[in-house]
């Protein structure tokens, strides 16, 4: 990196500001937070400090599922949560998903809407959730009944919903489908498999949707600088709030908007955010294209394991830090041999994949932020400065909606009461 004390007197003069807004962090959220700030009041001076790479920590280096969650990972939730905060986060995915859509098109981020299932083998089979076939269909007509309500969730700030076409909204009914048994005639690797339907899912290319986010925001007057780790943040109450890259460059704003997700406590001592890894392993193409049964997204152990096909030969196969938690809470990348061993055991035992011709041609990590309640943490820290982390692996339909929220919240004049203004259940 460039020493910022070798910086020119117009580089200093433009990036120092004084700025009207500065959000720190330029993943999904980040980004979804700029662009509403401008496309509400387009005369605002926003700045964006990316540390590193637009997205490199999470958003680009995600599986590319935008989902709502798989059966048993929302029963899971909806026990945890109560009924109302179920609805109220289910909700916030469905609209981060629409806001996506409408504001980038489907073709900008690569999507597609895919079937979708959750797969579940026999109990005690490559599963550690507390979860089981019966007590999940048992769970589904409460699910389904409450799935119904989402579209008619009040989203805050906004007086009315738009609909978008790409989506095919409203979200089907019924949302999760009657299980059905999968065979090994079929190519499975396991009788007694069972597969849960999910009537709507979609998959994205992560990068080209964050270099749409940011082309979008540049579009606007947007300023976004990467390789800029903010360092540390002056006292939160003054007008002009000082933003520390070092002693050398100290960048000035009236307001503050912090979507450092994983990492939020490497610049804040709280609220907590706890960073947890996520390992991927990509396949190289497999001889004869990858089975049809395997083209779409799929989840296993309550949303802990996820695989999807990208294009017509590769497999995509990821997650299971369940195996490890203590080990996978870090924000260092590297890969744990066992989680490795894990999914590709998977992949031959429980999706039948023959061992001689899988061959994992990339693998790679990134960090998520989870909270201890399982939500996001959406925060005002004194009066002009905002946080909003913790997406608890689910921001690339979550980070949209809540980098509209924060944004949205930062705009409003006086305190607004998050709780009634519909931002938090
Ligand atoms: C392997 C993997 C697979 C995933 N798959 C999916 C999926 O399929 N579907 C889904 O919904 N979610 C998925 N997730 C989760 C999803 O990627 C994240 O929830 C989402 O990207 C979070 O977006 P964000 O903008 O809040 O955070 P990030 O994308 O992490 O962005 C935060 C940014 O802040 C920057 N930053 C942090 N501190 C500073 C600082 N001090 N100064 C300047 N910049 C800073 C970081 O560099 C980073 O770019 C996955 C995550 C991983 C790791």
Same mark, same amino acid.
Request: charged share 20%.
């Given at each position: 990196m460039i020493p910022y004390s070798t910086y020119s007197y117009w580089e200093k003069e433009q990036m120092t500001g004084p700025w009207d807004y500065v959000i720190v962090g330029a993943g999904v959220t980040g980004l979804n937070a700029a662009i509403e700030l401008k496309r509400q009041k387009p005369t605002l001076r926003?700045?964006?400090?990316?540390?590193?790479?637009?997205?490199?920590?999470?958003s680009s280096r995600s599986a590319g599922?935008?989902?709502?969650?798989s059966?048993? #990972?929302?029963? $899971?939730?909806?026990?945890?949560? %109560? !009924?109302?905060?179920? @609805?109220?986060?289910?909700?916030?995915?469905?609209?981060g998903i629409q806001r996506l859509l409408r504001l980038l098109g489907a073709k900008s981020m690569n999507y597609k809407r895919v079937k979708a299932f959750e797969i579940l083998p026999p109990p005690g089979v490559f599963r550690r959730s507390n979860t089981d076939m019966d007590r999940v269909a048992q769970n589904l007509q409460e699910m389904n009944t409450l799935m119904q309500r989402v579209d008619s969730q009040p989203l805050p700030f906004r007086s009315e919903r738009k609909r978008?076409?790409?989506? #095919?909204?409203? $979200?089907?009914?019924?949302?999760? %489908? !009657?299980?059905?048994? @999968?065979?090994t005639q079929q190519g499975w690797g396991m009788d007694?498999?069972?597969?849960?339907?999910?009537?709507?899912e979609g998959q994205v290319h992560p990068m080209v949707l964050v270099d749409s986010l940011k082309q979008y925001a540049t579009n606007l007057g947007i300023h976004l600088l990467n390789g800029f780790p903010v360092e540390s943040l002056g006292p939160a109450g003054e007008d002009l709030q000082d933003i520390f890259l070092d002693n050398q460059l100290i960048i000035k704003s009236k307001k503050i908007i912090i979507c450092t997700n994983a990492l939020t406590n490497v610049l804040l001592p709280?609220?907590?955010?706890?960073?947890?890894?996520?390992?991927?392993?990509?396949?190289?193409?497999?001889?004869?294209?990858i089975p049809e049964r395997l083209k779409g997204n799929f989840h296993g152990d309550a949303g802990y394991l996820y695989y999807r096909n990208i294009g017509n030969d590769r497999l995509l196969l990821g997650g299971a830090r369940n195996l490890d938690f203590q080990g996978e809470q870090t924000d260092?990348?590297?890969?744990?041999?066992?989680?490795?061993?894990?999914?590709?055991?998977?992949?031959?035992?429980?999706l039948g994949l023959k061992s001689e011709g899988l061959v994992w041609e990339q693998a790679w990590s990134g960090t998520m932020g989870f909270t201890p309640s399982g939500v996001p943490h959406l925060q005002a820290l004194g009066t002009h400065r905002w946080l909003v982390a913790g997406m608890n692996g689910m921001g690339m339909a979550l980070g949209p909606e809540m980098g509209r929220r924060v944004a949205r919240w930062a705009l409003a004049p006086g305190n607004v009461d998050p709780q009634k203004a519909g931002l938090l259940p």
């Amino acid at each position: 990196m460039i020493p910022y004390s070798t910086y020119s007197y117009w580089e200093k003069e433009q990036m120092t500001g004084p700025w009207d807004y500065v959000i720190v962090g330029a993943g999904v959220t980040g980004l979804n937070a700029a662009i509403e700030l401008k496309r509400q009041k387009p005369t605002l001076r926003v700045l964006v400090l990316e540390a590193k790479k637009s997205g490199a920590v999470a958003s680009s280096r995600s599986a590319g599922f935008l989902c709502l969650g798989s059966p048993s #990972e929302q029963m $899971l939730t909806l026990e945890a949560l %109560g !009924e109302a905060a179920w @609805l109220h986060w289910t909700a916030a995915k469905w609209a981060g998903i629409q806001r996506l859509l409408r504001l980038l098109g489907a073709k900008s981020m690569n999507y597609k809407r895919v079937k979708a299932f959750e797969i579940l083998p026999p109990p005690g089979v490559f599963r550690r959730s507390n979860t089981d076939m019966d007590r999940v269909a048992q769970n589904l007509q409460e699910m389904n009944t409450l799935m119904q309500r989402v579209d008619s969730q009040p989203l805050p700030f906004r007086s009315e919903r738009k609909r978008d076409k790409a989506a #095919e909204s409203p $979200l089907p009914f019924p949302y999760y %489908g !009657e299980p059905i048994r @999968l065979k090994t005639q079929q190519g499975w690797g396991m009788d007694s498999t069972m597969a849960l339907p999910i009537a709507f899912e979609g998959q994205v290319h992560p990068m080209v949707l964050v270099d749409s986010l940011k082309q979008y925001a540049t579009n606007l007057g947007i300023h976004l600088l990467n390789g800029f780790p903010v360092e540390s943040l002056g006292p939160a109450g003054e007008d002009l709030q000082d933003i520390f890259l070092d002693n050398q460059l100290i960048i000035k704003s009236k307001k503050i908007i912090i979507c450092t997700n994983a990492l939020t406590n490497v610049l804040l001592p709280a609220p907590q955010v706890i960073p947890q890894r996520g390992q991927v392993l990509v396949s190289a193409p497999i001889a004869g294209g990858i089975p049809e049964r395997l083209k779409g997204n799929f989840h296993g152990d309550a949303g802990y394991l996820y695989y999807r096909n990208i294009g017509n030969d590769r497999l995509l196969l990821g997650g299971a830090r369940n195996l490890d938690f203590q080990g996978e809470q870090t924000d260092r990348w590297a890969e744990n041999p066992a989680i490795t061993q894990h999914l590709t055991d998977y992949a031959i035992q429980v999706l039948g994949l023959k061992s001689e011709g899988l061959v994992w041609e990339q693998a790679w990590s990134g960090t998520m932020g989870f909270t201890p309640s399982g939500v996001p943490h959406l925060q005002a820290l004194g009066t002009h400065r905002w946080l909003v982390a913790g997406m608890n692996g689910m921001g690339m339909a979550l980070g949209p909606e809540m980098g509209r929220r924060v944004a949205r919240w930062a705009l409003a004049p006086g305190n607004v009461d998050p709780q009634k203004a519909g931002l938090l259940p």
